[in-house]
């Protein structure tokens, strides 16, 4: 009997263990399954968003094509503004070095200039170059509108010898000097200076310009050339150089006017002489207007003959007139009469011609210009009114017109 109650309790408890085993079996399996349906949801929407994702980059790029191969065409373009940079850099490095040979040629050019400026005698003859290049180029001819190199005697008794006479309308003259001293101007170029330096060789040149306007004072050639003003033109070949001149001096221009010298650039003097070439014009349209006028004079003078000419032969006409029709009435009154008695008697066959007499009268002038020489019979040359010498005129004309008539 235990036995069987053993048995009956193990066969319980065994089924007891094995509920409980399918109980937990089944309580671990409904958990997993909610962890798998859970990943598998969240697995499920990661799909979904990746494929959003994906057709949303696939939209994006189709819509950022165009904008790709316009920045392929950007970046071609790039490349070859690239490529075209570095060949001009090429270029520009190339015309770098010329334009370094090329200031190196001029600073050696420009120093032998200067080296040769400092001569005097180079100095003068490209001051007078300079001068005759302005004069031209203002309208003046050589040996017409001036002269160069003129001797003369000042009334010192010394011997002069002017760059240049500008011959002025008026029979007057204007006289020119172009050596102008640069010396020191020329050395305070030197780029290895210091401003101080620079400035003292610009004060020593104008203290050289200020003795040489002095020197031109005292020659004074206004006491050799008679018919040109008291004042002498100084001139200067370079506006560099008189504008360093009055910049270190300011007031040397006013000791040049004192000194009756006038200081004058290549600028200043072509302005002058193209004035005095304005005047040269002016002058010869006067003169041609006086002789427009002289001209006028003698052709008014020329007409009043040739009216009075007119007249006679008009005159002339009018008796002519007066003498044939005299003959006419002779001979209707005289010779006529006779012939028509000899026809009417049978003595002439052929019938006399009737010969008309002349009826018209030459036109009279009555043309002022034409009438000046009557008017000068009737009221003198100088008529104070010159209307009524003209009606008088005309008057005499027909009253001698009338009496030849009746004549």
């Given at each position: 009997m235990e036995i069987q109650w053993v048995a009956v309790v193990v066969v319980v408890a065994c089924v007891l263990g094995m509920t409980t085993g399918w109980l937990l079996a089944r309580a671990s399996g409904t958990?997993?399954?909610?962890?798998?349906?859970?990943?598998?949801?969240?697995?499920?929407?990661?799909?979904?968003?990746?494929?959003?994702?994906?057709?949303?980059?696939?939209?994006?790029?189709?819509?950022?094509?165009?904008?790709?191969?316009?920045?392929?065409?950007v970046e071609q373009q790039v490349q070859a503004l690239e490529r075209d940079r570095l060949e001009q850099f090429g270029q520009v490095g190339e015309r770098?070095?010329?334009?370094?040979g090329t200031t190196a040629d001029l600073r050696s050019e420009t120093a032998s200039l200067a080296g040769a400026l400092n001569s005097s005698g180079i100095r003068g003859t490209w001051g007078e170059q300079q001068l005759r290049r302005i004069l031209e180029h203002a309208g003046m001819l050589t040996r017409c509108d001036f002269d160069e190199q003129v001797s003369s005697v000042s009334g010192h008794g010394?011997?002069?010898?002017?760059?240049?006479?500008?011959?002025?309308?008026?029979?007057?003259?204007?006289?020119?000097?172009?050596?102008?001293?640069?010396?020191?101007?020329?050395?305070?170029?030197?780029?290895?200076?210091?401003?101080?330096?620079?400035?003292?060789?610009?004060?020593?040149?104008?203290?050289?310009?200020?003795?040489?306007?002095?020197?031109?004072?005292?020659?004074?050639?206004?006491?050799?050339?008679?018919?040109?003003?008291?004042?002498?033109?100084?001139?200067?070949?370079?506006?560099?150089v008189l504008a360093a001149a009055l910049h270190a001096q300011p007031d040397l221009y006013d000791h040049a006017q004192s000194r009756k010298v006038v200081l004058a650039s290549p600028a200043?003097?072509?302005?002058?002489?193209?004035?005095?070439?304005?005047?040269?014009?002016?002058?010869?349209?006067?003169?041609n207007a006086r002789e427009l006028l002289a001209l006028g004079q003698e052709l008014h003078r020329r007409l009043a003959t040739l009216g009075k000419h007119v007249g006679d032969m008009g005159g002339a006409l009018r008796r002519s007139v007066e003498a044939y029709n005299k003959m006419v009435g002779a001979l209707e009154s005289r010779v006529l009469v006779t012939s028509r008695r000899m026809q009417e008697l049978g003595v002439a066959e052929a019938p006399v011609p009737t010969v008309p007499p002349v009826e018209e009268t030459p036109r009279p002038v009555t043309t002022a210009e034409l009438l000046l020489g009557e008017l000068d019979e009737v009221a003198g040359p100088g008529s104070a009114d010159p209307e009524a010498a003209i009606e008088d005129a005309l008057a005499r004309r027909s009253e001698r017109g009338g009496q030849r008539r009746s004549g």
């Amino acid at each position: 009997m235990e036995i069987q109650w053993v048995a009956v309790v193990v066969v319980v408890a065994c089924v007891l263990g094995m509920t409980t085993g399918w109980l937990l079996a089944r309580a671990s399996g409904t958990a997993r399954l909610a962890r798998v349906t859970a990943e598998r949801d969240v697995l499920a929407s990661q799909v979904r968003t990746m494929q959003a994702s994906d057709e949303e980059d696939r939209h994006t790029a189709a819509e950022l094509a165009p904008l790709r191969r316009t920045l392929d065409r950007v970046e071609q373009q790039v490349q070859a503004l690239e490529r075209d940079r570095l060949e001009q850099f090429g270029q520009v490095g190339e015309r770098l070095a010329e334009v370094a040979g090329t200031t190196a040629d001029l600073r050696s050019e420009t120093a032998s200039l200067a080296g040769a400026l400092n001569s005097s005698g180079i100095r003068g003859t490209w001051g007078e170059q300079q001068l005759r290049r302005i004069l031209e180029h203002a309208g003046m001819l050589t040996r017409c509108d001036f002269d160069e190199q003129v001797s003369s005697v000042s009334g010192h008794g010394a011997r002069i010898r002017p760059d240049a006479v500008v011959w002025l309308p008026g029979e007057r003259s204007l006289v020119i000097d172009s050596k102008a001293p640069m010396t020191k101007f020329l050395q305070a170029q030197a780029p290895e200076l210091s401003p101080a330096d620079r400035a003292t060789l610009l004060g020593t040149h104008a203290d050289a310009v200020r003795r040489h306007v002095d020197s031109l004072a005292d020659k004074a050639y206004w006491t050799a050339f008679t018919t040109a003003p008291e004042m002498v033109v100084c001139f200067v070949p370079s506006d560099a150089v008189l504008a360093a001149a009055l910049h270190a001096q300011p007031d040397l221009y006013d000791h040049a006017q004192s000194r009756k010298v006038v200081l004058a650039s290549p600028a200043t003097l072509l302005a002058l002489l193209r004035a005095v070439a304005y005047g040269w014009q002016q002058q010869a349209l006067t003169d041609n207007a006086r002789e427009l006028l002289a001209l006028g004079q003698e052709l008014h003078r020329r007409l009043a003959t040739l009216g009075k000419h007119v007249g006679d032969m008009g005159g002339a006409l009018r008796r002519s007139v007066e003498a044939y029709n005299k003959m006419v009435g002779a001979l209707e009154s005289r010779v006529l009469v006779t012939s028509r008695r000899m026809q009417e008697l049978g003595v002439a066959e052929a019938p006399v011609p009737t010969v008309p007499p002349v009826e018209e009268t030459p036109r009279p002038v009555t043309t002022a210009e034409l009438l000046l020489g009557e008017l000068d019979e009737v009221a003198g040359p100088g008529s104070a009114d010159p209307e009524a010498a003209i009606e008088d005129a005309l008057a005499r004309r027909s009253e001698r017109g009338g009496q030849r008539r009746s004549g």
